[in-house]
């Protein structure tokens, strides 16, 4: 009789053994499932930002990658080391990825940007400009903030200089929006429409590049692109997670 309550314990045991071994090898497959799942619901339609750093001569631009420019907030270009106050240039470039197809000439482009002339290594001018890089043209805006007479707004050829409302420092963030809408390019600054050039006889085409610039080393906040004629958001970035791009393009 022992012995067969002996045997009856024993197949109890190995059947609980065995129940566990199995729950627990379709919960790691489930768990490996649901982790694959999640890198699949995770791939979206982005590209890469990089940075420039220019002294207007070859040997004085280096490149750099998202990881050194994106920081807890914001995308900042800075200084490199051993290199000379003296003019130059940084700049934040984002190339249209292949997934996303974006009619240039419906493009609102706005960006949240500041260049103080108290930062570290500011430069007097404290310029800040934004382009959008097209298949046919390209667009363009420069603001200036002692010099009117290096601001523009236009696209290729179809340009408008030194322009008044142009001439602006960027002391704390603010909103500037580049819109290309039926031919006309215009500038925002906040809500207040600043001016525009009407650019019929060329096309900006395909976006292939955005870029944000300064005059010294500025920050960015955010970069947003919008269909002009619908409204409908384009593209989002945040800067919200250092070193890493994580623009989305919709």
């Known amino acids: 009789m022992k012995k067969i309550n002996l045997t009856c314990t024993l197949l109890v045991l190995l059947l ?4 566990c ?4 090898i379709e919960t790691s497959s489930l768990s490996s499932k649901n982790t694959s799942n999640a890198v699949v619901d995770d791939t979206v339609c982005r590209s890469d ?12 631009t280096i490149y750099t990658t998202a990881h050194k420019i994106i920081f807890d907030g914001y995308a900042h270009v800075k200084v490199p080391v051993g290199f000379a106050r003296s003019a130059y240039e940084t700049e934040i470039d984002l190339t249209t990825p292949d997934c996303a197809a974006v009619d240039g000439d ?3 482009m706005s960006v949240n940007v ?20 097209g298949s046919e043209d390209s667009a363009y805006v420069q603001f200036n903030g002692y010099y009117s007479k290096n601001t523009k707004l236009g696209v290729g050829r179809y340009k408008e200089l030194d322009i008044p409302g142009l001439y602006h420092l960027f002391s704390s963030y ?9 031919h ?14 009407d650019y019929t006889g060329t096309n900006i085409g395909q976006l292939k590049r955005i870029a944000v610039g300064f005059r010294g080393s500025g920050y960015v906040d955010y970069v947003k ?10 593209m989002k970035e945040d800067f919200n997670i250092p070193h890493k791009s994580t623009d989305t393009w919709y």
């Not at 006309?184 to 050039?197: A, D, M, N, P």
């Open 225 to 234: 692109l919008y269909n002009s004629t619908t409204g409908a958001m384009i």
């Open 21 to 24: 071994k199995k729950e627990s």
């Open 174 to 182: 603010e909103v500037v929006s580049l819109v290309a809408k039926d």
């Open 114 to 133: 500041m260049n103080p002339t108290d930062s570290a290594n500011s430069q007097y001018t404290a310029s800040v400009y934004l382009y959008m890089f």
């Open 106 to 108: 419906s493009v609102q």
């Open 16 to 19: 609980g053994i065995y129940s």
């Open 49 to 60: 930002w990089y940075g420039i750093f220019n002294q207007n001569t070859p040997d004085r």
């Open 184 to 197: 006309i390019i215009s500038v925002y600054r906040g809500e207040k429409l600043i001016t525009q050039v």
